[in-house]
């Protein structure tokens, strides 16, 4: 039988980690990239004034496809498009805020945004370095089983870069997707 609860009787005294299975797809031609997210986060902090939950967590992440990026000089007319190979495994420490806009029973809707620095087992995407930033940002409709754990839903707007300007130094790329997440408290 499922307990009809309402949030606010959950003690804010608990930890309370969250496991979300997130998937993304590219949002750009240039990239062909899939994205599997494995996050494990813990509530930390709580700023009830501003209806703000602040955690921290790791995130693991596989990623395979390709991606296009343009490499040679067009003055010297070597410009030229070129197909890379993009298999990868991520892991890496993260940070992520998610502001309570609506709440009603056992309903409640986030706007969720944060980022994390991964370190992968090789540079990624090709061309760039083996650590980038992975910033993410979208709503999440969460409902409460009980006083003990809730489900969610996100959709997620994704950008991963290593944070070295614009050009070829630093290829990126963009992507969405859906997040099914748990969390419960111990």
């Known amino acids: 039988m499922i307990d009809v609860v309402d949030a606010s009787q959950i003690s804010l005294d608990k930890h309370r980690?969250?496991?979300a299975v997130e998937f993304l797809a590219p949002t750009k031609e240039s990239s062909d990239i899939e994205t599997?997210?494995?996050?494990?986060?813990?509530?930390?902090?709580?700023?009830e004034s501003l209806n703000l939950s602040i955690y921290l967590g790791v995130t693991a992440t596989y990623v395979t496809g390709t991606i296009k990026q343009l490499e040679g000089s067009l003055g010297a007319g070597s410009l030229k498009e070129v197909v890379y190979d993009n298999s990868v495994f991520g892991l890496g420490p993260g940070l992520l805020a998610s502001f309570l806009m609506f709440e009603k029973n056992k309903l409640s809707i986030h706007i969720n945004g944060g980022g994390?620095?991964?370190?992968?087992?090789?540079?990624?995407?090709?061309?760039?370095e083996r650590y980038n930033f992975m910033w993410r940002v979208g709503p999440m409709l969460e409902y409460l089983i009980a006083a003990s754990n809730s489900i969610g839903i996100s959709y997620h707007l994704a950008h991963v870069s290593n944070g070295q300007g614009v050009g070829a130094q630093n290829p990126s790329y963009d992507a969405q997707g859906v997040a099914l997440r748990f969390s419960t408290f111990f």
Do not use: E, Q
């Open 17 to 19: 980690p969250t496991v």
């Open 36 to 47: 599997t997210n494995l996050d494990v986060n813990y509530l930390v902090s709580r700023v």
């Open 116 to 128: 994390n620095v991964v370190i992968y087992n090789k540079n990624f995407p090709a061309g760039g």
